[in-house]
């Protein structure tokens, strides 16, 4: 069975402060891994994809990469509305295709 | 493009009342998807359609749960009778094809009384 595991659940980060967020998955082969941020009260929005291990993708602050069993999302200098809750999902091959997602990381970053 | 849309943005309703959410996926898109969230089970996918059809509804609670896509352009996912673990929020998204790459509308917060 597939399983997408998101930690830390919960991080607190001052302005200026970097850190990463962690995606692990366990699948039988990976089509593609994807990254999205939700604010509370809305709908998650899509930030990345990421199909194959070494491939990073950068938007602002933030950067995704991937491995053969995880993916990170680094956060660069956050600010405060960088504060969100930072959904991953995986997609596999074969089956039916649908992504599953995980319970993602809810971050929090003060001024 | 107005992205996902979805209908009503609240509903609070009576134990054993119909509920009807609507939605209308961005225009070109060929998949939707209908996702129920929870703080206790997270974002789980109910039911998928590919070109208005459904094709696995594996996540549908139980029979008191049902979705139709008549057309390309709208969706619905009716509850009947609703119960008070019912409520939670209620996603729409929409891609192309079966993608990872999905764009979800506003939700609907459901509260069950």
């Known amino acids: 069975e597939d399983q997408v595991t998101q930690s830390p659940e919960a991080l607190r980060l001052q302005e200026g402060e970097s850190s990463s967020l962690n995606c692990s998955y366990t699948?039988?082969?990976?089509?593609?891994l994807f990254w999205y941020r939700q604010d509370p009260g809305k709908g998650p929005e899509f930030l990345f994809t990421?199909?194959?291990a070494g491939e990073e993708k950068e938007k602002e602050r933030l950067k995704a990469t991937l491995t053969k069993k995880e993916s990170f999302l680094h956060i660069t200098a956050p600010k405060p509305e960088d504060s969100a809750t930072y959904l991953c999902a995986v997609q596999t091959r074969g089956g039916s295709y649908i992504p599953t997602f995980g319970r993602g990381t809810s971050l929090i970053v003060h001024p | 493009d107005a992205g996902v849309i979805q209908s009503p943005r609240h509903e609070v309703t009576e134990m054993g009342q119909e509920v009807t959410l609507r939605c209308k996926p961005i225009s070109g898109h060929n998949s939707l998807f209908w996702y129920r969230q929870t703080m206790m089970r997270g974002l789980e996918l109910l039911i998928y359609f590919n070109n208005n059809v459904p094709i696995d509804d594996s996540g549908m609670p139980e029979d008191r749960f049902s979705a139709k896509m008549p057309n390309a352009s709208f969706s619905t996912l009716k509850i009947q009778p609703s119960e008070p673990r019912d409520s939670a929020v209620y996603f729409c998204?929409?891609?192309?094809?079966?993608?990872?790459?999905?764009?979800f509308g506003p939700g609907t917060r459901l509260t069950v009384t």
């Open positions: 998204a929409s891609s192309i094809g079966v993608s990872g790459e999905q764009y």
């Open positions: 990421l199909y194959s």
């Open positions: 699948v039988s082969g990976l089509r593609g």
